[in-house]
């Protein structure tokens, strides 16, 4: 694997854990899950979304190094993708302060990477840093299968709606629908009815670079209320 390859390798498993661990501070202690929200890939970097009382914010301000666990989730179940892990390390700072108005003001902290490293049965691979936050990766096959799985887990009942007026199917005919794949370049869909499986490809109007340009892409050609 050359080292381009891994960076890309490295950025989809960021952008689709299975589990995430985040260890702090040189005796490496665990910060427990209940303190933060993580989102999970912020410009090649995961950022984490503490309340004011959090020790995890404590940390940045403290000027803390940080460790990053990723369990891999990509790729189908049984794949060796499956059994890679993500190793993250570097030192936590406060990006931005929550908002007084809400109920829960939370803060975002992040994790300012120093060293990539990407584990597989075989061999530890140090990744480049910057070829890992390479803006280029942003649509990596990671991030587009969270996308997908997304789509099928939250919008469920607007893909429907959506593959009835697409393609003229009646909705009351509609067992289930689903998005199979998502490409810079289109979205394959699904649908079932009591006559088997219907799949299709809908190609966007021109090959997208950016999540947000992916947004309005299946926004426009699926739902409007697609995320």
């Known amino acids: 694997m050359n080292p381009a390859e891994a960076a890309l390798l490295a950025r989809s498993v960021l ?4 589990a995430i661990t985040l260890w702090v501070g040189e005796a490496r202690r665990c910060v427990e899950d209940e303190l933060y929200e993580v989102t999970c890939d912020m410009h090649g970097a995961p950022v984490f979304s503490a309340s004011d009382e959090s020790a ?3 940390a940045a301000h403290g000027g803390s190094e940080g460790m990053v666990e990723i369990a891999s989730g990509l790729g189908a179940p ?4 499956r059994r890679l892990s993500l190793v993250l390390q570097g030192r936590l700072v406060q990006r ?6 809400c109920g829960d003001p939370r803060s975002l902290v992040a994790l300012d990477l120093s060293a990539v490293s990407l584990l597989s049965d075989e061999e530890t691979l140090a990744v480049d840093v910057s070829r890992f936050r390479d803006h280029r990766h942003v649509l990596n096959p990671g991030y587009l299968q969270r996308t997908v799985e997304h789509a099928n887990e939250a919008h469920e009942l607007e893909l429907r709606t959506a593959i009835s007026t697409t393609f003229g199917v009646p909705l009351h005919s509609m067992l289930a629908a ?9 979205v394959d869909v699904t649908w ?5 499986s219907h799949p299709h490809r809908l190609d966007f109007v021109r090959p997208v670079t950016s999540p947000q340009e ?5 926004r426009s050609h699926l739902h409007a209320g697609m995320c």
């Open 15 to 18: 952008s689709c854990p299975d």
């Open 178 to 186: 689903s998005l199979v794949r998502v490409d810079p370049c289109g």
């Open 78 to 81: 049984a794949s060796a993708h």
């Open 214 to 218: 992916l947004g309005a892409a299946l």
């Open 192 to 196: 079932l009815d009591a006559s088997g």
């Open 56 to 58: 995890l914010l404590a």
């Open 96 to 101: 931005d302060s929550g908002c007084s108005c």
